[in-house]
């Protein structure tokens, strides 16, 4: 079932498609591929503005972009957790990066942090990616993929811990970088927990049992 944010996103979606159908700056059997970018640009644009205003309550600018260097990357190729609506994706995601931020600007991060983060975070990567959501599965083309691209994200940003550790760099901007990544591999957790339940949920296999 959709929230009603989602169908003010789709509603807003389908007038700016239309829109340019109307003023013939595209066909309008291209409405459909159209009306999706729209979505994706929306979505994104919204959850990074929430982001951003957080940031600037904490004082830092800058947070919301170094949260998303490391966890958009892995998010978006290793899987993760998938809310009902997008009300929902927002609060999950602002809920991550409250807590990376508070952690990354509460106490004195020692680099060894880092290897820490990236060495859990390879594991993990390597056990569970990709996790598919129960609504969007993806073929074996697409898995292979996937996993391919998230073991090379993860494998640079433990190379990345590695150097960090070695020259004993720290500050602000790379912890909440970190806790983007731990946030990502979190997300892995969560997204199996919730197939699982899902499965357990689903009628047909309740029938089946």
């Known amino acids: 079932m959709q929230g009603d944010d989602d169908l003010m996103i789709k509603s807003l979606s389908l007038k700016c498609t239309r829109f340019l159908i109307t003023k013939g700056k595209i066909p309008p059997d291209k409405e459909p591929i159209l009306c999706y970018g729209f979505e994706l640009v929306i979505i994104t644009v919204i959850g990074n503005l929430i982001l951003a205003a957080i940031s600037l309550v904490y004082g830092q600018p800058l947070?919301?972009?170094?949260?998303?260097?490391?966890?958009?990357?892995?998010?978006?190729?290793?899987?993760?957790?998938?809310?009902?609506?997008?009300?929902?994706?927002?609060?999950?995601?602002?809920?991550?990066?409250?807590?990376?931020?508070?952690?990354?600007?509460?106490?004195?991060?020692?680099?060894?942090?880092?290897?820490?983060?990236?060495?859990?975070?390879?594991?993990?990567?390597?056990?569970?990616?990709?996790?598919?959501?129960?609504?969007?599965?993806?073929?074996?083309?697409?898995?292979?993929?996937?996993?391919?691209?998230?073991?090379?994200?993860?494998?640079?940003?433990?190379?990345?811990?590695?150097?960090?550790?070695?020259?004993?760099?720290?500050?602000?901007?790379?912890?909440?970088?970190?806790t983007g990544i731990a946030s990502a591999s979190t997300s892995l957790i969560m997204a199996k927990i919730a197939n699982r339940r899902n499965i357990k949920s689903s009628p047909i296999l309740q029938h089946d049992s």
């Not at 090379?152 to 720290?170: G, M, N």
């Open 63 to 178: 947070a919301w972009l170094c949260f998303l260097l490391g966890f958009a990357p892995l998010r978006s190729t290793a899987g993760g957790y998938h809310a009902s609506s997008h009300i929902r994706c927002y609060l999950t995601t602002a809920g991550m990066f409250i807590s990376g931020i508070s952690f990354a600007l509460s106490i004195d991060w020692d680099s060894i942090v880092y290897l820490i983060i990236a060495f859990i975070s390879t594991g993990l990567i390597l056990v569970m990616s990709p996790v598919e959501a129960n609504n969007k599965k993806l073929t074996k083309e697409q898995r292979k993929r996937n996993r391919r691209k998230s073991i090379a994200t993860i494998l640079i940003e433990f190379t990345l811990s590695s150097i960090l550790y070695i020259f004993d760099i720290s500050n602000a901007e790379i912890c909440i970088f970190f």
